[in-house]
Nanobody, 132 residues
Framework: QVQLRESGGGSVEPGGSLRLSCVGS????????MGWFRQAPGKEREFVSV????????RYADSVKGRFAISKNNGKNAVYLQMNSLTPEDTGIYYC?????????????????????????WGQGTQVTVSS
């Protein structure tokens, strides 16, 4: 089973950029659909972005469209989240998640945003703080 480890979080001023990385250890990382979620203090964990196992399909939350970009490098067992034009509302803990059962593909085909329950493996999270 894959284990996930995020990195790249930090503190940045509004308008700044960060690039989050998530590296998977274990076998068959390329078989997983991968997602990014975030959780702000006092709020529920929310979907940010998803990428299919081959990297051919992506989806974004409306709040990050046009600012964030997800990518996957199966050769490096990694998925990335490039975040630009950051605002204080982007502050939170960012989690990488893996779906090994195709639930996210099913969600997308049904026209819904993948949720927390669609993923079975989670990283520990990395803190992103956007503040002046």
């Amino acid at each position: 089973q894959v284990q996930l480890r995020e990195s790249g979080g930090g503190s940045v001023e509004p308008g700044g950029s960060l690039r989050l990385s998530c590296v998977g250890s274990g076998r068959n990382f390329s078989d997983y659909n991968m997602g990014w979620f975030r959780q702000a203090p006092g709020k529920e964990r929310e979907f940010v972005s998803v990428i299919s196992w081959r990297g051919t399909t992506t989806r974004y939350a409306d709040s990050v469209k046009g600012r964030f970009a997800i990518s996957k490098n199966n050769g490096k067992n990694a998925v990335y989240l490039q975040m630009n034009s950051l605002t204080p509302e982007d502050t939170g803990i960012y989690y990488c998640a893996a779906d090994g059962f195709g639930r996210t593909a099913q969600a997308i085909s049904q026209g819904r945003i993948p949720g927390v329950s669609d993923y079975d493996i989670w990283g520990q999270g990395t803190q992103v703080t956007v503040s002046s």
